[in-house]
């Protein structure tokens, strides 16, 4: 188990390596023409952003001397990385669909992973210049004013100097239940789950939103509940998963109601589903 001293040691590369990649990001997304869009194995989409901001993790991070499992090194086989007891689990650009259609939803996401549990995590939403940080059993926080940067090199001092707690003291109970689904990424199934929710809940309100920002929300108090029937990796779920469960809120699969596994030999996802501190669902 590594201690405080540890963790504060390295809070500033897991922060700085987001806030870099992010960078990376914006660079590509001011220009339309030179995405590069080809297709990954299982059919999604993949830019020279996801190429960029994955380059930049690897490399900022290379110095801790601590492997990385990435949406980009997914090839990696589970006999080189199953008896890991510490490592990064990284989706570079989380939400490329959204990054695609110019929507402005999409994040990074890096989460350190201690005997596959996450143990500290950011996600960084560079268009927004928003940044979300948790460490186990140390809280959930946002701070805001975080511009992409490629120099980034914030010290300890001054990523905890201004943060605000999760949830947000604005947020609270919503006179209505308000339900986060994936903007690109819905089925029957999500479909069918609201309208069994819509039966008990009337003036339920849809939140449609992309990448691990739902997450984050939850996190801040802003929406309730969301629910995902469709595939996701563990890359997708870590980072978002610690800032939810430190500000109050639980992440479960559907069915089973049990919690997400993670470094396993298929690194898909179950579905799931996620409630805010203040859901009473």
């Given at each position: ?266 690194l898909h996802n179950p579905w799931f ?9």
């Amino acid at each position: 188990m590594i201690d405080d001293k540890v963790r504060m040691y390295l809070l500033p590369p897991l922060f700085n390596a987001a806030v870099r990649a992010g960078a990376s990001i914006m660079q590509v997304y001011k220009n339309l023409d030179d995405y590069d869009i080809s297709l990954k194995d299982d059919r999604t989409p993949i830019t020279v952003a996801d190429r960029l901001a994955h380059r930049t993790i690897r490399e900022y991070l290379g110095p801790t001397r601590i492997p990385i499992l990435s949406e980009e090194g997914r090839e990696m086989r589970y006999e080189e990385r199953c008896n890991w007891e510490l490592y990064w689990l990284v989706d570079p650009l989380d939400g490329t669909v959204e990054f695609i259609k110019g929507n402005n939803e999409f994040t990074v996401n890096i989460a350190l992973m201690e005997n596959n549990v996450c143990i500290g995590a950011v996600v960084y939403v560079p268009y927004f210049g928003k940044m979300y940080v948790a460490g186990r059993n140390a809280g959930s926080f946002l701070k805001e004013g975080v511009a992409p940067d490629a120099g980034a090199s914030y010290t300890y001092d001054e990523i905890v100097c201004g943060w605000t707690r999760l949830p947000l003291p604005r947020e609270g109970r919503h006179d209505h239940l308000r339900v986060a689904v994936s903007r690109s990424h819905q089925t029957s199934e999500t479909h069918e789950h609201i309208e069994r929710l819509r039966a008990r809940h009337p003036d339920l309100e849809v939140v449609e939103q992309g990448s691990s920002y739902k997450f984050c929300m939850l996190a801040e108090g802003s929406v309730d509940y969301y629910v995902r029937t469709t595939r996701t990796y563990e890359w997708d779920t870590a980072a978002g998963e610690l800032i939810l469960a430190e500000a109050g809120g639980t992440t479960r699969s559907l069915p089973g109601d049990a919690e997400l596994r993670y470094n396993e030999a298929d690194l898909h996802n179950p579905w799931f589903v996620c409630r805010s501190k203040y859901c009473e669902l």
